[in-house]
């Protein structure tokens, strides 16, 4: 790239400051020969030694990452991974593993202290073994002493942990028992209700299955409003004129379909308005052909989705 975007110098400014051979100076001509143009630069990357990252190029790299961030303005780790992925493969891949080895830089200082510690501590520790082995060797009278009484006590201990473990066990199995029940209970007031409301809503369906065959025999040629009161005005008049039972809060999309019907529809393409799934009813279920007036080519686009499998 003759002329690459201030993004990707960025990166490979970034870059730059953590490779070993790297000075203060990152312009562009300097990093394309000191970095890219590098011959063993991947393998230099890949047995990258954090430990041996310097203070002052590891708070240059956060300085130029701070710029980078500010320009690109998106402050997420992996979304700006996205973003400079997107300007360049290459790039973006550098991008990751300048991100990282930041990361470690940074966990690296914070443990190398706790590692001086651990070492202290470790010395210490040998130190108490030696002197618990001392001790160990001063017990051994009593332990052989104790071992017969350590003997009789694994058997009573082993008892123990049987009739524990059948406790346990009897105890996990009465709590589910116990769950199970006041579930089953609660259950069964919402079942009662349902059943009420199905048994009613089974006595509307004179009105309501005489309104969704009219719309899909009458309604396609018409507009949202036409069709709205067509619906809703005149036939749900003449319904209650006629004392023909039906439901109050009729609804086209639950009567003739289901959402799981109507999100896979979404899916397919096709837009999710009342108009666009009253559309998809009339297509998919109406007993003639559908003539689509498609100025927009939602439906041709929306069809050739769903049918995409024949």
């Keep these: 790239m003759a002329n690459p975007s201030d993004v990707i110098r960025d990166v490979c400014a970034i870059a730059y400051y953590l490779y070993p051979k790297s000075g203060s100076d990152a312009s562009w001509p300097i990093v394309k020969v000191g970095l890219l143009g590098d011959t063993g630069l991947l393998s230099a990357l890949q047995t990258y030694d954090v430990s041996k990252t310097k203070a002052e190029a590891a708070g240059r790299a956060k300085r130029q990452m701070a710029k980078l961030v500010k320009e690109v303005m998106v402050p997420d780790g992996e979304e700006l991974a996205a973003v400079i992925k997107g300007k360049n493969l290459a790039t973006g891949a550098l991008f990751r593993w300048c991100s990282a080895t930041l990361k470690a830089y940074d966990i690296f200082r914070s443990v190398e202290p706790l590692r001086k510690e651990a070492e202290r501590m470790r010395t210490q520790k040998e130190q108490g073994e030696k002197e618990l082995a001392e001790t160990e060797a001063a017990l051994a009278e009593l332990n052989k002493s104790l071992a017969e009484l350590n003997k009789a006590k694994k058997l009573k201990q082993d008892e123990l942990d049987d009739l524990e473990r059948t406790s346990r066990e009897m105890t996990r199995k009465l709590n589910a028992a116990s769950q199970l029940i006041t579930g089953l209970g609660s259950e069964q007031v919402r079942w009662t209700a349902d059943m009420l409301l199905i048994q009613e809503d089974k006595l509307k369906l004179v009105g309501d299955c005489l309104t969704g065959s009219a719309f899909l025999s009458y ?13 809703f005005e005149t036939w749900k008049q003449d319904l209650i004129e006629k004392e023909l ?9 639950s009567f003739l379909t289901d959402e799981v019907v109507v999100a896979r529809w979404a899916s397919e393409g096709l837009p999710g308005d009342e108009l666009s799934i009253q559309n998809g009813i009339l297509t998919t279920q109406a007993s003639r052909w559908p003539l689509c007036i498609d100025p927009q080519m939602q439906a041709v686009t929306w069809i050739k989705e769903k049918e995409k499998k024949n």
């Design 219 to 231: 309604c396609g040629p018409f507009n949202s409003i036409l069709r709205r009161k067509m619906i």
């Design 245 to 253: 039972p039906s439901k109050e809060s009729f609804s086209l999309a």
